[in-house]
């Protein structure tokens, strides 16, 4: 019998279930809480800019391991669905923000122009996608330090394909 869900999907599935349930029972507490909106459009920027900073390294082609094009194809598979996944986290952010900055702007208007149910539902949003994109920001730390493990277990075998005398410094 095959597997029909695995980890990732259940982490997934509860990040979005947690962040529905915050995002509408919060609404009330974020509703013109001038506070809470700064602070998650900070994180959302500090966070944003890391990824950004993550992507670009993941993304430098001096840091495939040596090796035949067999081993660089195999890094790029791997390194690709990263880049997409960050990618993806990234968009997340910025889709949070925007709601942010939507619900920030329709705040001040006038309920003849944009209705509070408009208003509730916007904020139920931004909490939403802030909520999400910071749970799944948990996952980046782990992911990162198996990336940098693998890097170095990649340069001591690379090392070790070097003749022993090198070793010893000169």
């Given at each position: 019998?095959?597997?029909?869900?695995?980890?990732?999907?259940?982490?997934?599935?509860?990040?979005?279930?947690?962040?529905?349930?915050v995002s509408f029972y919060g609404q009330p507490l974020a509703h013109g809480n001038a506070d809470a909106i700064m602070?998650?459009?900070?994180?959302?920027?500090?966070?944003?800019?890391?990824?950004?900073?993550?992507?670009?390294?993941?993304?430098?082609?001096?840091?495939?391991?040596?090796?035949?094009?067999?081993?660089?194809?195999?890094?790029?598979?791997?390194?690709?669905?990263?880049?997409?996944?960050?990618?993806?986290?990234?968009?997340?952010?910025?889709?949070?923000?925007?709601?942010?900055?939507?619900?920030?702007?329709?705040?001040?208007?006038?309920?003849?122009?944009?209705?509070?149910?408009?208003?509730?539902?916007?904020?139920?949003?931004?909490?939403?996608?802030?909520?999400?994109?910071?749970?799944?920001?948990?996952?980046?730390?782990?992911?990162?330090?198996?990336?940098?493990?693998a890097r170095a277990e990649a340069e001591i075998e690379r090392r070790r394909a070097v003749p022993a005398s090198s070793?010893?410094?000169?």
């Open positions: 019998m095959r597997k029909w869900i695995n980890r990732r999907s259940i982490f997934l599935l509860v990040c979005v279930a947690a962040s529905g349930l602070i998650i459009i900070t994180v959302m920027t500090v966070f944003a800019g890391f990824l950004v900073a993550i992507i670009a390294i993941l993304g430098d082609p001096a840091l495939t391991p040596t090796g035949g094009w067999r081993v660089a194809e195999n890094n790029h598979s791997i390194i690709y669905s990263r880049v997409v996944t960050y990618t993806w986290l990234f968009q997340l952010y910025l889709i949070a923000i925007a709601f942010l900055f939507a619900g920030s702007l329709l705040n001040k208007a006038p309920e003849r122009l944009v209705s509070i149910i408009w208003k509730t539902w916007i904020e139920r949003l931004y909490l939403f996608f802030g909520v999400l994109s910071f749970l799944l920001t948990l996952t980046l730390p782990g992911a990162l330090g198996k990336l940098q493990l070793d010893h410094p000169t």
